[in-house]
Structures are given as C-alpha cells and as structure tokens.
C-alpha cells in the first residue's frame, strides 16, 4: 500500500520570500506524483508532476519539485511567493499495481502574509 | 470543452434522507473518481471506475453506491444520509491519455442534520 505524508499542516510566509513544502511517500513499486493546489471553495488543478526522466520538474506559477528517490521524497518549492499563491496544496502518488489511484496527503495550508 | 462538472452545488439533507450527486466529463477519458474532503484529512477516494462498466470500492466506500452509467457519466448516491457524511465530494477523471493526471470538478458540499 502507498501513503503520502505532508510534514507541515500550515506554512506561513511573507510575501517575496521563497518556500519549502515537504511531501514523502511510500511505496513498493515505481511511482508517479503530483502536487496539486486548492483555491478557497474551488476543485483541485494540477500544479505539477512527476511521471518519469528528469527528477526537477517544473510546473505552472513558477512551482517547481524535486523527485529524491533515496529520500522518497518530492518536495515543492518556489523562490519568491505572492498574496496569490495562498491556497491548500496537496501532494499525492499513484502508481500501476494500484490502477492509477491516487492518494493523497493531508495538506499543506500556504498563507502568504504581506 | 467543460471539463468534469457536478450537480448541485449545495446540499442540506436531513439524517435518513438519500440523494444523488451527479458527474459527467467530456475529455472521453476511461477512468472516474469520486473522492470526499474533510478538514485536516485531505481527499479520500470513496469509489472509482477503471473503464466504463467496471466499478471498484476505495477507502471509505461504506454509506455509498455508484454508477458508471456510459463513458460520460459518474453518480454517486446515499441511500440514508448521516451526518457523519457531510463532507465536500469531488468528481475527477483521468486517461492514458492525460498521462495520469486526474482532473476534478468543483465539488459538491453537502451538509447532513
């Protein structure tokens, strides 16, 4: 079975500051991830993932991620927030023995303070 | 091009009553989710469908049933709401062809009294 831990439940920022948001996972078998971002009272959209090949991937609003596959870990990061990067992220893995589902993390709460 | 939509929106039931959450997605892709998110516990998926006609419990399927009614569409019913399933659900569908990205709609918030 797979899990997903996100290591911080809220991260707390000033604004132009750069930020970590941590996320490892376990699995027996090779796996995919993503992170996902969540607007307040909206659906989920896809920020990024990793499917194969480079381990730094590089995803929309100037996200990016690391693949550390010693470390099982995929943490996101950014160099400089704004205001508007404020939003629940979450990190998640799939992988073929389970069909493709995916499960998630907890969540990480990102306010981006001015 | 909508993408995965969902009906209602909203929802209040009483404790017993049963409803319908509907779901349609029109990017042609084989697999669809239904997932709920509660606070502090991040999404966990209810139900799935690999391919139309198939139909497959997740990790929390008790209190539900779905069904794969063509390619499109994805429902998800209560048969006697409790309140313990207010929650927000959300829909998602993904494909090969989207390379396992699973895209979701806006989701339904359900309140059960």
């Known amino acids: 079975a797979q899990s997903v831990t996100q290591l911080d439940s809220q991260v707390p920022v000033f604004e132009e500051a750069p930020v970590e948001l941590r996320c490892n996972y376990s699995?027996?078998?090779?796996?995919?991830l993503f992170w996902y971002v969540q607007y307040p009272n909206q659906g989920l959209q896809l920020l990024l993932k990793y499917l194969s090949g480079s381990t730094l991937v590089k995803g929309i609003n100037g996200f990016e991620a690391e693949f550390n596959k010693s470390q099982t870990s995929f943490h996101l990061r950014k160099p400089s927030v704004h205001i508007s990067d404020t939003a629940e992220y979450f990190c998640?893995?799939?992988?073929?023995?389970?069909?493709?589902?995916?499960?998630f993390g907890k969540g990480t709460l990102l306010t981006v303070n001015p | 091009n909508a993408g995965v939509t969902q009906t209602p929106k909203f929802q209040v039931l009483k404790t017993g009553q049963s409803m319908t959450l509907q779901c349609a997605q029109d990017?042609?892709?084989?697999?669809m989710y239904w997932y709920r998110q509660d606070p502090g516990m991040g999404l966990r998926l209810i139900y799935y469908?690999?391919?139309?006609?198939?139909?497959d419990k997740g990790e929390v399927p008790n209190g539900y049933n779905v069904s794969r009614l063509n390619k499109r569409e994805f429902s998800l019913r209560l048969e006697s709401a409790a309140p313990s399933q207010t929650s927000v659900y959300f829909c998602a569908s993904s494909d090969w062809t989207s390379a396992q990205t699973q895209y979701f709609g806006p989701g339904t918030r359900l309140l059960v009294l």
């Open positions: 469908s690999a391919s139309e006609g198939t139909t």
């Open positions: 990017m042609n892709h084989n697999s």
């Open positions: 998640a893995v799939s992988d073929r023995g389970s069909n493709y589902k995916l499960t």
């Open positions: 699995s027996s078998v090779s796996v995919y």
